[in-house]
């Protein structure tokens, strides 16, 4: 028999050699955060799990600011320590990173195809505010509060978060969810034009963008903090 060719997987800003390799980094910080009754995640740990839980198919129609914490705890279906997402509904929601390493996916493949939608966009807006700074100068950013420098800005949203605005877009074509966006388009994973040209035209519309640290990125879509230029 030969060997199976491990395939190499992203998730939000990580990207893992396997299935395997994500897997036992997103168990490492649940063992790390196990013994801590509850206390609700920070850090990297927090940016990373986050990043799962923006493609997790339980928290698809969930915004983002009604996720008040994410913690380790003992589930509600037996003793055993899982993630769960705390909501500002004090609902107790139990997620497994599995769910989004091993299954098919719709939202997080939609969330993709829409981000290609809009890269030219961002690209230019990016190229347009970096022109301004000084090349080899560091800036602040207000999201972390650490130097950070102009060869490290990248494009965040202000305000309305890019999955939120993918969300009123599917509003907008009178869908409720993904998998009726894939019946209207045969079966073709909404991959036609007309529905990347149609998406692109409505995030013009409604997104605002900003320059700031890759390393705020995470926190960003959080929609903790933002900041603007002057």
């Given at each position: 028999m ?20 994500a897997?036992?980094?997103?168990r ?30 339980k ?8 996720i ?45 195809v ?43 949203h ?73």
């Amino acid at each position: 028999m030969g060997l199976t060719m491990a395939i190499p997987l992203e998730i939000g800003h990580l990207s893992f050699s396997s299935k395997t390799a994500a897997k036992e980094h997103f168990r490492a910080i649940r063992i790390r955060w196990e013994d801590k009754c509850g206390k609700p995640l920070d850090g990297q740990d927090l940016k990373d799990v986050m990043a799962v839980v923006e493609l997790h198919p339980k928290f698809a129609s969930l915004p983002s600011n009604n996720i008040r914490s994410i913690v380790v705890d003992r589930s509600g279906h037996g003793n055993n320590a899982c993630f769960q997402v705390m909501t500002t509904n004090h609902e107790t929601i139990d997620f497994s990173p599995d769910k989004v390493i091993d299954g098919d996916n719709p939202f997080a493949d939609l969330l993709g195809v829409c981000r290609i939608a809009v890269v030219v966009d961002i690209h230019e807006f990016k190229n347009e505010e970096v022109v301004h700074l000084n090349v080899g100068e560091t800036y602040i950013c207000p999201i972390t509060n650490k130097e950070t420098s102009s060869l490290d800005m990248t494009v965040g949203h202000v305000g309305i978060k890019f999955r939120e605005i993918v969300r009123m877009w599917l509003q907008r074509q009178q869908c409720d969810d993904v998998t009726q966006l894939i019946q209207r388009s045969n079966g073709q994973k909404y991959l036609k034009q007309e529905f990347a040209e149609s998406f692109r035209a409505f995030h013009k519309e409604h997104a605002k963008f900003q320059l700031q640290s890759s390393e705020g990125q995470g926190v960003d879509e959080r929609g903790d903090r933002h900041w603007s230029k002057d």
